[in-house]
């Protein structure tokens, strides 16, 4: 009880200006931030080799044995050889009773023999094998598709975006912000040689649609502070962004962690329970995005939103005159 | 008591909130009773288990596949899975290119060569011919227009060794029995197909409802190298009324055709080996009589074609049957097993999910988190409905990208109710009481809680036009759970809370309403909050918010300067 009213009374504290972090004033060491995460995200996986892709993209064979009674990867890797020699096969527990074997892209015929061999080395019936194949292009398909519903999306958005705020300057922050919050949820993958699913890409692309609602909300605030604030205010275009993050903060955190804490449950189950697969890789890009696009909203968005905004000649005389005010 | 306006509007919300619901569910109800639908939405593949093939077709480059060609090649797919003898098998073209066919269970080897095939089109000659009718052929008597009825040696051996193909001494005793018996739907069994092209073959023509004993091949399909639909021009050169099918062939197949013509002209019209079949997967799909010796390859067949069934004669003549050739991508098996457990999994992560949502609401919130979990109740309610609609109306499934995008959906719906109680909060801190708060707040919240959710359904609507496979299942989930949170945050979490900012208890501001204003800061203003508020009501909200602005400013200043000067400052 007592860390809900902290954290209610850190609302109020900032709602008043009584306490304020500063999120615009301190925006360069923000900037830093941002740059060197991105370099990160960029450069570790460039110095890995490159992303791990999955087999949707790769093409290949995969067979998945559920509930076997012990789950041992040298039979299965046995089995497969004795099948198809030239076969490399990749085999992984998931889950602790399923076994997930990968392997380059075997004929039909093959297929079905390796099927029958797991199903009879892990004595279970020949129903309890999953084969499957993707070829090589299925996942550029998605890919594709994937990239250009990305850019119509940034394209609406940005229009959306400036037309309701009636500036162009909050699209640019808000879209820089979500290449942002997509390098480094990329970058995640590519640090940690996590594979590269079309699952995983379903998660990337709501991260778009996550990451611009955050910046949506808080934006939403800004403009109302500022455009009320107007030439009456004593507050100078930059500190009346800062009140308006400061003031959407305790909503920040409590949306992101309400939208997060769902994800976390799917990420525990697909990871710890059904092992790799569809769960698992939504969730983990999402897991990301969301904390990164919480973040980028208030340390990103909103500095560079004052930063373009700055320049103008109307916002430069007012904050001038402030400044003189003060002294 | 007087009911005040806020309480009668949301009795109202609440009012079109059930209306809704019950039609929804009467809708659903209905189709259950007079229609196919069912109250649990349908199950993709990877919940269920089964196979899915994605068919891609094989495209020299430059070349593309029209939407009217990929109808097209699902249709004859879905005819052949059906024929197959598969049932609830779904056949749908996917991203404007690929033709997914999903098959509960797993297919057998020839189920899956039947549908991975492109099929198989000859000519054959026809050398007998009758009505399907059970009766006309059993019977002793020949059904009216054919008159050389081959004789049946009642012997298994052929009367001599047959000199063409459109001799009856191919008609063996036996395969005049086996023709007497002949049923035509066993003309769907995928071995006809492969039936060997050096013998004679019983076949059906669903068009003209005729049973047929052919010859062997004479001509294969893939001579054939164009065939359009056209209307006929009379001798005179005029354009008739007439549609018929003009065929080329390459020339090898002219020269075959030129025999076989040559031969069957010479049969008189009324017998039915002048004719000349064309058989498509084992089906006669048109059995012309020839009118003369086609010697440049390029057949005329007329007699009563549609514009319609001529081109379409014309695609299936061409194409071989499929109108493009297919190549199988990807064939994914999911055991029933499997997709089990995937969602079970799926189900559990969503509970799971909830109780931290709600424990995190509850904790944050107090009691006003139990308006966040009986939205989250309404919002499940109204998107459990309205999925097994989609799902009896459109096709729908529900795959796991789908169940996922469910789950991850109790935290973004949740949101809005988050950024809606923190702006009544915000209006407690400038000391308004709960009814001008909830009113206020909501004026505010609704507008960002639109256009935010716009940007959400934005990409949710993209995604879904634009993407393939899981990416739209997952697409379509969130889209409706946007709508649906939208609709929920209008006609319920608002109305609640009007209802409850009127009752004693709330307005009291208990500490454990979670809108205490004590706690949130706020200072009692006595009467200047009468005054303020009516200051308000002729200034409009952005005027209103400039005044709440100032007086959060004002406190910040006054606590300041109460601590620095020990007195209280007068704002100016």
């Given at each position: 009880?007592?860390?809900?009213?902290?954290l209610?009374?850190?609302?109020?504290?900032?709602?008043?200006?009584?306490?304020?972090?500063?999120?615009?004033?301190?925006?360069w060491?923000?900037?830093?931030?941002?740059?060197v995460?991105?370099a990160?995200?960029?450069?570790?996986p460039?110095?890995?080799?490159?992303?791990v892709?999955?087999?949707?993209?790769?093409?290949?064979?995969?067979?998945?044995v559920?509930?076997?009674?012990?789950?041992?990867?040298?039979?299965?890797?046995?089995?497969?050889?004795?099948v198809?020699?030239?076969?490399?096969?990749?085999?992984?527990?998931?889950?602790?009773d399923?076994?997930?074997?990968?392997?380059?892209?075997?004929?039909?015929?093959?297929?079905?023999?390796?099927?029958?061999?797991?199903?009879?080395?892990y004595?279970?019936?020949?129903?309890?094998?999953?084969?499957?194949?993707?070829?090589?292009?299925?996942?550029?398909?998605?890919?594709?598709?994937?990239?250009?519903a990305?850019?119509?999306?940034i394209?609406?958005?940005?229009?959306?975006?400036?037309?309701?705020?009636?500036t162009?300057?909050?699209?640019?922050?808000?879209?820089?912000?979500?290449?942002?919050?997509?390098?480094?949820?990329?970058?995640?993958?590519?640090?940690?040689?996590?594979?590269?699913?079309?699952?995983?890409?379903?998660?990337?692309?709501?991260?778009l649609?996550?990451?611009?609602?955050?910046?949506?909300?808080?934006?939403?605030?800004?403009?109302?502070?500022?455009?009320?604030?107007?030439q009456?205010?004593?507050?100078?275009?930059?500190?009346?962004?800062?009140?308006?993050?400061?003031?959407?903060?305790?909503?920040?955190?409590?949306?992101?962690?309400?939208?997060?804490?769902?994800?976390?449950?799917?990420?525990w189950?697909?990871?710890?329970?059904?092992?790799?697969?569809?769960?698992?890789?939504?969730?983990?890009?999402?897991?990301?995005?969301?904390?990164?696009?919480?973040?980028?909203?208030?340390?990103?968005?909103?500095?560079?939103?004052?930063h373009?905004?700055?320049?103008e000649?109307?916002?430069?005389?007012?904050?001038?005159?402030?400044?003189?005010?003060?002294? | 008591?007087?009911?005040?306006?806020?309480?009668?509007?949301?009795?109202?919300?609440?009012?079109?909130?059930?209306?809704i619901?019950?039609?929804?569910?009467?809708?659903?109800?209905?189709?259950?009773?007079?229609s196919?639908a069912?109250?649990?939405?349908?199950?993709?593949?990877?919940?269920?288990?089964?196979?899915?093939?994605?068919?891609?077709?094989?495209?020299?480059?430059?070349?593309?596949?029209?939407?009217?060609?990929?109808?097209?090649a699902?249709?004859?797919?879905r005819?052949?899975?059906?024929?197959?003898?598969?049932?609830?098998?779904e056949?749908?073209?996917?991203?404007?290119?690929?033709v997914?066919?999903?098959?509960?269970?797993?297919?057998?080897?020839?189920?899956?060569?039947?549908?991975?095939?492109?099929?198989?089109?000859?000519?054959?000659?026809?050398?007998f011919?009758?009505?399907?009718?059970?009766?006309?052929?059993?019977?002793?008597?020949?059904?009216?227009?054919?008159?050389?009825t081959?004789?049946?040696?009642?012997?298994?051996?052929?009367?001599?060794?047959?000199?063409?193909p459109?001799?009856?001494?191919?008609?063996?005793?036996?395969?005049?029995q086996e023709?007497?018996?002949?049923?035509?739907?066993?003309?769907?069994?995928?071995?006809?197909?492969?039936?060997?092209?050096?013998?004679p073959?019983?076949?059906?023509?669903?068009?003209?409802?005729?049973?047929?004993?052919?010859?062997?091949v004479?001509?294969?399909?893939?001579?054939?190298?164009?065939?359009?639909?056209?209307?006929?021009?009379?001798?005179?050169?005029?354009?008739?009324?007439?549609?018929?099918?003009?065929?080329t062939?390459?020339?090898?197949?002219?020269e075959?055709?030129?025999?076989?013509?040559?031969?069957?002209?010479g049969f008189?019209?009324?017998?039915?080996?002048?004719?000349?079949?064309?058989?498509?997967?084992?089906?006669?799909?048109?059995?012309?009589?020839?009118?003369?010796?086609?010697?440049?390859?390029?057949?005329?067949?007329?007699?009563?074609?549609?514009?319609?069934?001529?081109?379409?004669l014309?695609?299936?003549?061409?194409?071989?049957?499929?109108?493009?050739?297919f190549?199988?991508?990807?064939?994914?098996?999911?055991?029933?097993?499997?997709?089990?457990?995937?969602?079970?999994?799926?189900?559990?992560?969503?509970?799971?999910?909830?109780?931290?949502?709600?424990?995190?609401?509850?904790?944050?919130?107090?009691?006003?988190?139990?308006?966040?979990?009986?939205?989250?109740?309404?919002?499940?309610?109204?998107?459990?409905?309205?999925?097994?609609?989609?799902?009896?109306?459109?096709?729908?499934?529900?795959?796991?990208?789908?169940?996922?995008g469910?789950?991850?959906?109790?935290?973004?719906?949740?949101?809005?109710?988050i950024?809606?109680?923190?702006?009544?909060r915000?209006?407690?801190?400038d000391?308004?009481p709960?009814?001008?708060?909830?009113?206020?707040?909501?004026?505010?919240?609704?507008?960002?809680?639109?256009?935010?959710?716009?940007?959400?359904?934005?990409?949710?609507?993209?995604?879904?036009?634009?993407?393939?496979?899981?990416?739209?299942?997952?697409?379509?989930?969130?889209?409706?759970?946007?709508?649906?949170?939208?609709?929920?945050?209008?006609?319920?979490?608002?109305p609640?809370?009007?209802?409850?900012?009127?009752?004693r208890f709330?307005?009291?501001?208990?500490?454990?309403?979670?809108?205490?204003?004590?706690?949130?800061?706020?200072?009692?203003?006595?009467?200047?909050?009468?005054?303020?508020?009516?200051?308000k009501?002729?200034?409009?909200?952005?005027?209103?918010?400039?005044?709440?602005?100032?007086?959060?400013?004002r406190?910040?200043?006054?606590?300041?300067?109460?601590?620095?000067?020990?007195?209280?400052?007068?704002?100016?």
């Open positions: 009880m007592a860390g809900a009213s902290r209610t009374r850190f609302g109020n504290d900032l709602y008043t200006g009584a306490r304020s972090v500063d999120f615009v004033g301190r925006r060491t923000w900037y830093a931030i941002a740059a995460v991105v990160i995200a960029v450069i570790i460039i110095i890995r080799g490159g992303f892709f999955g087999i949707e993209f790769t093409g290949g064979s995969d067979f998945q559920t509930d076997v009674g012990v789950a041992e990867e040298s039979v299965a890797e046995a089995a497969v050889a004795a198809v020699p030239e076969a490399d096969a990749h085999v992984s527990i998931i889950g602790g399923s076994v997930r074997v990968q392997t380059e892209q075997l004929t039909q015929a093959q297929s079905d023999d390796v099927r029958a061999a797991l199903a009879e080395v004595d279970v019936p020949v129903e309890q094998v999953t084969a499957s194949f993707i070829g090589p292009t299925w996942g550029q398909d998605i890919t594709w598709s994937a990239i250009r990305l850019l119509i999306f394209a609406l958005a940005t229009v959306f975006m400036a037309i309701y705020f009636r162009w300057k909050m699209s640019i922050a808000a879209m820089v912000a979500l290449v942002h919050d997509i390098v480094i949820s990329a970058g995640v993958y590519g640090i940690f040689g996590f594979e590269i699913t079309p699952s995983a890409v379903i998660g990337f692309l709501t991260i649609g996550y990451s611009l609602y955050d910046t949506v909300v808080v934006f939403d605030k800004v403009r109302e502070n500022t455009r009320i604030d107007g009456e205010s004593r507050r100078t275009f930059a500190e009346s962004v800062n009140m308006a993050v400061n003031q959407t903060l305790v909503r920040s955190i409590n949306t992101s962690v309400v939208a997060v804490l769902p994800v976390a449950a799917i990420l189950i697909g990871a710890g329970v059904l092992g790799a697969g569809t769960l698992r890789d939504i969730a983990l890009a999402l897991f990301v995005g969301i904390l990164v696009g919480t973040y980028s909203s208030i340390f990103i968005a909103a500095p560079l939103y004052v373009l905004r700055e320049g000649r109307a916002i430069r005389k007012h904050d001038e005159r402030v400044l003189e005010l003060r002294q | 008591m007087a009911r005040s306006a806020p309480e009668r509007a949301a009795t109202r919300s609440l009012i079109w909130l059930a209306v619901t019950a039609a929804l569910f009467a809708v659903l109800g209905g189709g259950t009773i007079w196919t069912t109250w649990a939405p349908k199950l993709a593949l990877d919940l269920q288990g089964g196979t899915q093939i994605i068919l891609a077709p094989q495209l020299a480059s430059g070349q593309t596949v029209t939407q009217e060609q990929l109808d097209q699902v249709s004859i797919i005819d052949r899975v059906d024929a197959a003898g598969v049932a609830e098998a056949v749908t073209s996917q991203g404007g290119a690929n997914v066919v999903s098959i509960p269970g797993v297919p057998d080897e020839e189920t899956l060569q039947r549908i991975q095939s492109s099929a198989k089109l000859d000519f054959r000659p026809v050398i011919t009758a009505a399907i009718t059970d009766s006309s052929i059993t019977d002793e008597t020949p059904a009216p227009g054919e008159t050389p081959p004789e049946p040696t009642y012997s298994d051996e052929r009367t001599a060794e047959p000199t063409d459109s001799d009856p001494a191919w008609v063996t005793e036996a395969l005049y023709y007497l018996e002949f049923d035509c739907s066993t003309l769907n069994d995928p071995d006809i197909v492969t039936a060997p092209a050096d013998e073959f019983i076949s059906c023509s669903p068009r003209t409802g005729e049973k047929f004993i052919l010859g062997p004479e001509v294969s399909g893939e001579s054939i190298t164009d065939a359009t639909a056209g209307l006929v021009t009379d001798s005179q050169g005029r354009q008739t009324n007439e549609w018929a099918v003009y065929l062939f390459d020339p090898e197949g002219t075959e055709f030129t025999a076989v013509t040559t031969r069957l002209f008189p019209q009324t017998d039915p080996r002048n004719r000349f079949a064309a058989v498509l997967d084992g089906w006669v799909i048109m059995a012309p009589t020839v009118e003369g010796v086609i010697t440049d390859g390029k057949p005329r067949i007329s007699g009563g074609f549609t514009q319609e069934s001529a081109q379409t014309a695609d299936q003549l061409k194409f071989g049957a499929l109108p493009i050739g190549q199988v991508q990807s064939n994914e098996t999911i055991s029933a097993t499997l997709g089990t457990n995937q969602l079970n999994a799926g189900i559990i992560a969503g509970l799971i999910g909830l109780v931290l949502v709600v424990a995190y609401s509850l904790f944050q919130y107090r009691l006003l988190g139990l308006v966040t979990i009986a939205s989250l109740v309404v919002a499940a309610i109204l998107t459990y409905v309205l999925i097994a609609i989609f799902s009896w109306r459109q096709g729908y499934r529900l795959s796991l990208a789908g169940v996922a469910l789950i991850v959906a109790i935290g973004f719906t949740a949101d809005s109710f950024v809606y109680f923190e702006r009544v915000d209006e407690l801190r000391g308004k709960l009814t001008t708060a909830v009113e206020n707040g909501w004026k505010r919240a609704f507008r960002t809680v639109l256009s935010a959710k716009f940007i959400n359904l934005l990409s949710a609507v993209v995604l879904f036009v634009l993407a393939v496979g899981n990416v739209r299942g997952f697409a379509f989930t969130l889209g409706l759970t946007v709508i649906v949170d939208v609709l929920v945050v209008l006609l319920f979490t608002h609640m809370l009007q209802l409850m900012a009127a009752s709330w307005s009291s501001g208990h500490p454990a309403t979670g809108l205490d204003p004590q706690a949130l800061g706020a200072v009692y203003r006595g009467r200047a909050e009468f005054r303020f508020s009516a200051e009501r002729r200034a409009g909200a952005s005027r209103e918010a400039a005044k709440r602005q100032t007086i959060a400013e406190r910040a200043a006054e606590r300041s300067r109460a601590q620095h000067d020990g007195e209280q400052g007068e704002e100016s």
